[in-house]
């Protein structure tokens, strides 16, 4: 089973679901002495198929896939409703129909197929967001040769990622882009320092951690890894590379100098992430619900009608987006290795 010390540059290039992972840019990581991880969310099992060929076909054998874990609490269907209200007339000015309330059901993301797939492709390292995987489905995986890590943002859920049979962890500090990988969607996320959350971590939890969240230069990403982790982790840094599949809106959005704050919000997909401040930010998050995926699929026709608005999609970025260059993701990650 592969074992993530084994790098020879401690760090990991984030699976970002939603476009920026490419299978090209897990095949920089590697190549630059890291590991990068597909992200499975939001696609099919036969595009998570192809992509990891498309990896393996480049030469490439260590990477990762990463995983959604279903939510365990269904969402109210009441203030789905409540919030597509407030929707509508955007949608309407963008000629978007949203979908009914009763069309937007507990989609658990093929979780059953990914994990099947990964398993009989035998994936060297295969991730969680989201929430905890059953001991059985660790088992099943670590029995197929897949190292099994979850994503936690507090020293409490690394007890039961640990006690769940998970093989490492991934750390995430409150810095972090994207979504906040809290386990009950409805929490506020924690904003416990990564430096603090990682001495807690490592001091009750003895499995190798990666840690993430807002580590975007050279002496940040040294900083972070003396304090006990094996590799930092990194998202937004790659956002701007040439093999990350970023929208030109929010490729361009991160360096725009009137975007200077990040916030975290439930306004685009119903679970906690952080973005770019913009106008879908400024208009929605306060009457955002917590009731991914069923936000996520009700706004996703509004994202599509405005993907080339920077103010109308979500920008995820960690606190870090100034550092995130245009170049290439080798250079990137060789430079925080
Ligand atoms: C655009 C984007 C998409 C992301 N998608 C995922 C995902 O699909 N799965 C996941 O575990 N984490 C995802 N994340 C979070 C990253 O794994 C990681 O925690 C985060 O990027 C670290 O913070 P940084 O962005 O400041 O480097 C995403 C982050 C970004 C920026």
Request: charged fraction near 25%; glycine fraction near 10%; charge should be negative.
């Amino acid at each position: 089973m592969f074992d993530l010390r084994e790098l020879s540059s401690r760090v990991v290039a984030a699976p970002m679901a939603g476009g920026p992972t490419t299978p090209e840019l897990v095949v920089a990581a590697a190549s630059a002495g890291g590991v990068g991880q597909l992200a499975a969310g939001y696609l099919t099992p036969d595009k998570v198929r192809a992509d990891i060929a498309a990896v393996r076909a480049a030469g490439t054998e260590v990477f990762g896939v990463n995983i959604f874990v279903p939510e365990p609490e269904p969402v109210n269907s009441e203030n789905l409703a409540r919030y597509r209200a407030e929707l509508v007339p955007y949608a309407r000015s963008l000629g978007v129909t949203l979908p009914d309330v009763d069309d937007l059901g507990d989609d658990d993301d093929h979780f059953e197929a990914k994990i099947r797939l990964v398993c009989d492709e035998r994936v060297p390292l295969v991730s969680f967001a989201f929430g905890c995987p059953r001991p059985e489905v660790v088992d099943e995986l670590r029995r197929h040769g897949c190292s099994v890590g979850v994503t936690v943002t507090t020293a409490a859920d690394a007890e039961t990622a640990g006690q769940a049979g998970a093989d490492w962890l991934c750390v995430q500090g409150p810095d972090a882009g994207g979504h906040r990988s809290v386990f009950d969607r409805r929490t506020n996320p924690p904003t416990q320092p990564l430096d603090e959350l990682i001495g807690e971590v490592v001091g009750r939890v003895p499995l190798p951690v990666v840690a993430a969240g807002g580590i975007s230069t050279p002496a940040r990403a040294e900083k972070v890894r003396s304090l006990g982790p094996v590799a930092v982790q990194v998202g937004t840094v790659l956002l701007r590379t040439g093999e990350a599949g970023t929208k030109p809106a929010h490729a361009a959005a991160l360096v725009d100098p009137d975007r200077t704050e990040t916030v975290v919000t439930w306004a685009f997909s119903g679970r906690p992430a952080r973005a770019l401040r913009n106008l879908f930010t400024d208009r929605f998050s306060d009457a955002a619900v917590a009731e991914y995926p069923a936000v996520n699929t009700l706004t996703g026709g509004i994202r599509r009608a405005a993907s080339n608005d920077p103010d109308g999609i979500n920008l995820w970025a960690g606190s870090g987006f100034g550092d995130a260059a245009e170049e290439s993701a080798v250079d990137t990650i060789s430079r925080l290795g």
